[in-house]
């Protein structure tokens, strides 16, 4: 079943491209954008919300947190991300106008489910779900749905279920926008031809992979690492973190560039590689400033950039760019790279990929 690839982990990060093509398939061809995908009532319900909630655990919270952007730049309205054991267990305020979203792979993640059964108990009439299992306990306890269409993930690293999420999230976010009035014919002509692009951007990045692989020696005989990131990036630069955790074991942390000097700072020392997440973006000089925060303590920078964010390799600094610029979606590209990074030092440290220690690929207890 593993064919040309060694680990399951490795066979769905190169699917990549494939499971984004098809389930982004309504879009192939002419295809349009219709409200109608995420279920018969849907474009009523995201004409009436005033707000979304999004509920989910690991990396699909991930994927939410990148929604998150996404929704108040281009939908224009709040939207809001909890981890779905924190949310079950609390005392919130709920709001019927709000659409409440869980992301799952499974679909059958207790804690994930329970914050759904929560919420509609709460009385939030309109629930959606992002799922990889069309048959499974989430997608049958919510009114509208999304199947992305991954197909089976088996290695317990996320990759392909997290990327589709991203795509199936955006087609969201143009949907509410349109169902707010947001959305100017031509924005949304742009963003599905970037949308219908994205397999081939992908494939791009996955052929970055030597060079990813040449860096992973450095990583595998530290015992930390910190990833860094900035607004709609640094979602990516926790699952980054995650991913690292998961499968080689090294402890890593994820924080937003711009909190450096409010506590992590104190941690860099040439012992510990920082990985920069740096798009050419409306960020990017902020961010430059916080990297050179960092070298000036000693640290050594593994920045993912784009071509074209002028970020030059120097003693300490090593840059690989990105194939394509890519703006909202940039995400889904920057995310790829980081998988591939975790992957290899990995195999470097020649941990169990596809099953790493104390962990369970669907988590069905809290
Ligand atoms: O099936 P789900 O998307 O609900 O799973 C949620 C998390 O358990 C999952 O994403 C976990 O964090 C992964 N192992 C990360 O790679």
């Not at 106008?97 to 759904?116: P, R, Y």
């Not at 509609?120 to 992002?130: D, F, R, S, V, W």
């Not at 749905?145 to 088996?154: D, K, L, N, Q």
Request: hydrophobic share 45%.
């Amino acid at each position: 079943e593993l064919g040309e690839f060694n680990h399951y982990m490795q066979k769905e990060m190169f699917e990549q491209p494939q499971a984004l093509g098809n389930t982004l398939e309504m879009l192939s061809g002419a295809g349009q954008l219709h409200p109608g995908i995420f279920g018969a009532d849907a474009q009523g319900v995201f004409e009436q919300v005033d707000s979304v909630l999004i509920l989910a655990c690991g990396t699909s919270s991930y994927a939410g947190m990148t929604a998150k952007y996404w929704i108040e730049q281009v939908a224009g309205i709040p939207c809001n991300v909890e981890i779905a054991s924190e949310y079950r267990y609390r005392v919130s305020v709920p709001n019927p106008n709000q659409l409440v979203v869980v992301i799952s792979q499974s679909g059958e993640t207790a804690d994930t489910l329970a914050a759904l059964q929560h919420a509609k108990a709460l009385g939030h009439p309109h629930t959606l779900a992002i799922c990889n299992v069309p048959e499974s306990a989430i997608v049958r306890e919510t009114a509208l749905r999304f199947i992305t269409r991954a197909g089976p993930e088996i290695g317990v690293a996320s990759t392909k279920a997290f990327t589709t999420q991203l795509a199936a999230l955006f087609l969201l976010t143009l949907l509410l926008a349109k169902g707010k009035q947001r959305l100017l014919e031509a924005d949304e002509k742009d963003y599905l031809d970037e949308l219908r692009h994205l397999p081939i951007a992908v494939e791009k990045v996955l052929a970055l992979e030597p060079s990813i692989q040449a860096w992973s020696q450095q990583f595998a005989n530290k015992h930390h690492a910190l990833f860094l990131g900035r607004g709609r990036h640094f979602p990516v630069a926790l699952e980054g973190a995650l991913k690292l955790k998961e499968i080689s074991y090294i402890h890593a942390e994820a924080y937003p560039a711009g909190e450096l000097k409010h506590g992590p700072l104190a941690l860099v020392d040439a012992e510990m590689p920082v990985v920069v997440v740096a798009p050419n973006d409306e960020m990017l000089e902020k961010l430059k400033a916080n990297m050179q925060e960092v070298s000036a303590r000693g640290g050594q920078l593994y920045v993912f950039a784009d071509g074209d964010s002028k970020v030059r390799s120097t003693d300490g600094v090593k840059v690989l760019a990105m194939p394509e610029h890519y703006g909202l979606l940039s995400p889904v590209l920057h995310v790829v790279a980081l998988q591939l990074l975790s992957y290899h030092v990995a195999l470097v440290k020649g941990t169990d990929v596809d099953k790493p220690r104390n962990l369970a690929k669907s988590v069905t207890v809290e």
